[in-house]
């Protein structure tokens, strides 16, 4: 497990590079996600820490001033890093804009920056993920299905420009045997489904298309464009016959009626009850595991 330690002032940029390194196979702890209403947060915390095999310490201008419990998390951190061989790598400071760290221990650990490229600075902390996790045996979501608990875990794709909108369910389903996967775009999604084989699809109806879907379509039908292209058997590696759940806004009549023509597991209309969303997926699991 990575952990994403962060000032609050900084969440925005830490939410993308959570779901970065989450669409990489990563398992990621970061508190919006993970912590949930009436755990003990600083004892949440602090085991998370102890428990993780990486820690990414996002340093900014604000973090690294900051008073409060993220100067709490990095000291934690710099502890697990005592226990550790000399040679280890367990903290990978992050900076996203220029600012000089100010505990003196991280001086001497190689930092990352995600400016002036951020693209860059996220393949970077890929390539030391990597090479940490696959030196302690960590298997990624990629190479799980050697394991056999971790092949029983269900592997689900949401698709949904907003990220917010996902958030109330991750923490729950990944905590009941799902691994969750967030695509913001028709571009990202139908990436995903050719390089990971996927047990479940929850679908948005409107999202941006990019150019994955084809020219000339509408982010109002790109969820549409996208189950039809799944059907047909159009994405290379995606089941056609994968389950499906649209989870969406009231869609246009005729819009609706094409969707479930094309033959959907379930269809929640936004606002959805958190417990009808872990119902459906629920039902679903024992399907799909019945099936395997």
Same mark, same amino acid.
């Given at each position: 497990?990575?952990?994403?330690s962060y000032a609050k002032e900084d969440e925005k940029i830490a939410e993308k590079i959570y779901y970065d390194l989450k669409n990489h196979g990563y398992d990621v702890w970061f508190s919006k996600v993970s912590l949930f209403a009436g755990q003990k947060w600083k004892a949440e915390i602090k085991? #998370?820490?102890?428990?993780s095999k990486l820690f990414v310490a996002l340093l900014s201008s604000k973090s690294v001033t900051k008073q409060g419990y993220v100067q709490n998390e990095l000291k934690a951190a710099l502890e697990v890093l005592e226990s550790l061989p000399e040679t280890e790598v367990f903290i990978i400071p992050l900076r996203i804009e220029e600012c000089s760290p100010t505990h003196?221990?991280?001086?001497?650990?190689?930092?990352v920056d995600l400016f002036p490229s951020y693209e860059n600075g996220i393949e970077e902390i890929l390539r030391s993920c990597k090479y940490r996790l696959c030196?302690?045996?960590?298997?990624?979501?990629?190479s799980q299905s050697q394991d056999k608990k971790e092949s029983n875990r269900i592997k689900a794709l949401f698709v949904e420009d907003e990220a917010s909108a996902t958030q109330p369910y991750f923490w729950r389903l990944t905590k009941i045997g799902f691994d969750c996967i967030l695509a913001q775009t028709g571009d990202e999604a139908v990436e995903e489904l050719r390089k990971r084989?996927?047990?479940?699809?929850?679908?948005?109806?409107?999202?941006?298309?990019?150019? #994955?879907?084809g020219e000339n379509i509408s982010p109002i039908k790109a969820g549409l464009r996208l189950l039809e292209m799944i059907r047909a058997g159009q994405i290379e590696n995606c089941n056609k016959d994968i389950?499906?759940?649209?989870?969406? #806004?009231r869609m246009h009549q005729e819009i609706e009626s094409q969707i479930k023509a094309f033959g959907i597991s379930a269809y929640l209309q936004k606002p959805i009850e958190y417990s009808n969303v872990i119902e459906t997926f629920s039902k679903l699991k024992e399907k799909i595991k019945s099936q395997k």
């Amino acid at each position: 497990m990575i952990f994403l330690s962060y000032a609050k002032e900084d969440e925005k940029i830490a939410e993308k590079i959570y779901y970065d390194l989450k669409n990489h196979g990563y398992d990621v702890w970061f508190s919006k996600v993970s912590l949930f209403a009436g755990q003990k947060w600083k004892a949440e915390i602090k085991k #998370a820490i102890k428990n993780s095999k990486l820690f990414v310490a996002l340093l900014s201008s604000k973090s690294v001033t900051k008073q409060g419990y993220v100067q709490n998390e990095l000291k934690a951190a710099l502890e697990v890093l005592e226990s550790l061989p000399e040679t280890e790598v367990f903290i990978i400071p992050l900076r996203i804009e220029e600012c000089s760290p100010t505990h003196e221990k991280l001086l001497d650990i190689h930092w990352v920056d995600l400016f002036p490229s951020y693209e860059n600075g996220i393949e970077e902390i890929l390539r030391s993920c990597k090479y940490r996790l696959c030196n302690i045996s960590i298997s990624l979501s990629d190479s799980q299905s050697q394991d056999k608990k971790e092949s029983n875990r269900i592997k689900a794709l949401f698709v949904e420009d907003e990220a917010s909108a996902t958030q109330p369910y991750f923490w729950r389903l990944t905590k009941i045997g799902f691994d969750c996967i967030l695509a913001q775009t028709g571009d990202e999604a139908v990436e995903e489904l050719r390089k990971r084989k996927y047990d479940i699809i929850s679908l948005d109806i409107m999202f941006p298309p990019g150019r #994955a879907l084809g020219e000339n379509i509408s982010p109002i039908k790109a969820g549409l464009r996208l189950l039809e292209m799944i059907r047909a058997g159009q994405i290379e590696n995606c089941n056609k016959d994968i389950d499906v759940i649209v989870l969406t #806004a009231r869609m246009h009549q005729e819009i609706e009626s094409q969707i479930k023509a094309f033959g959907i597991s379930a269809y929640l209309q936004k606002p959805i009850e958190y417990s009808n969303v872990i119902e459906t997926f629920s039902k679903l699991k024992e399907k799909i595991k019945s099936q395997k």
